[in-house]
């Protein structure tokens, strides 16, 4: 059976970090592309990093360059999600999934394996 689990959310200051992992399990990360989706409430699902399978070539959304990185450790089987200089509109639930990764965006869809979930709150 395989399994994302997403771990490492909480609630942070504006100006803080957290670092979120994916972990795998019934798969290997490393033929896998792996993408990080959050959806905040009443907004859509956005696509925010990824870490493609070939190459590991990364991409980040507009809203997170500069501040996120992504990157992956195979020995561990897990994806990581690091996030610096975190501000009041990063809050969301945040999300790892199989998928596809381009230069341009992150792209995972029902067919794709998803985790549950790590919720992210950025309050002071």
């Known amino acids: 059976q395989v399994q994302l689990v997403e771990s490492g959310g909480g609630l942070v200051q504006p100006g803080g970090s957290l670092r979120l992992s994916c972990a795998a399990s019934g798969l290997s990360l490393y033929y896998y592309a792996i993408g990080w989706f959050r959806q905040a409430p009443g907004k859509e699902r956005e696509g925010v990093s990824c870490v493609s399978s070939s190459d590991d070539s990364t991409y980040y959304a507009d809203s997170v360059k500069g501040r996120f990185s992504i990157s992956r450790d195979n020995a561990k089987n897990t994806v990581y999600l690091q996030m610096n200089s975190l501000k009041p509109e990063d809050t969301a639930v945040y999300y790892c999934?199989?998928?596809?990764?381009?230069?341009?965006?992150?792209?995972?869809?029902?067919?794709?394996?998803w985790g549950q979930g790590t919720q992210v709150t950025v309050s002071s």
């Open positions: 999934a199989t998928g596809g990764c381009f230069r341009d965006k992150v792209v995972a869809g029902t067919d794709d394996y």
